[in-house]
């Protein structure tokens, strides 16, 4: 679970700065759209967990942060991980 969060924050970024604010017409339009979006993503955006830099700068500088991803998924806090409703509050939601 712990190494989908990542891909889940990207996608989540997408939607809500590309997706839903230019509201494409057809896939073609949606294809450029969404290529330009990732580009500006790579190459432009600065990253906080990148220094404030952008991944094709680290990239191409061949310095990687050795703290910048924690992909260890630590078991003992797997109840904080998910996003949906585990059953015993399922219980409690139907409950109340």
């Not at 712990?2 to 230019?22: C, G």
């Not at 017409?25 to 290529?35: L, S, T």
């Not at 979006?37 to 790579?42: D, G, I, M, V």
């Amino acid at each position: 679970m712990m190494d989908n969060m990542f891909i889940e924050r990207l996608w989540r970024s997408l939607k809500r700065e590309d997706i839903y604010f230019k509201g494409y017409a057809d896939g073609r339009e949606a294809h450029i759209g969404i290529a330009s979006w990732f580009e500006f993503y790579n190459a432009t955006c600065p990253h906080q967990a990148l220094g404030h830099r952008s991944p094709m700068t680290v990239w191409r500088e061949g310095i990687l942060p050795n703290t910048a991803v924690d992909m260890t998924l630590h078991l003992d806090n797997a109840v904080a991980l998910p996003t949906w409703p585990q059953p015993q509050q399922q219980q409690q939601l139907c409950a109340a």
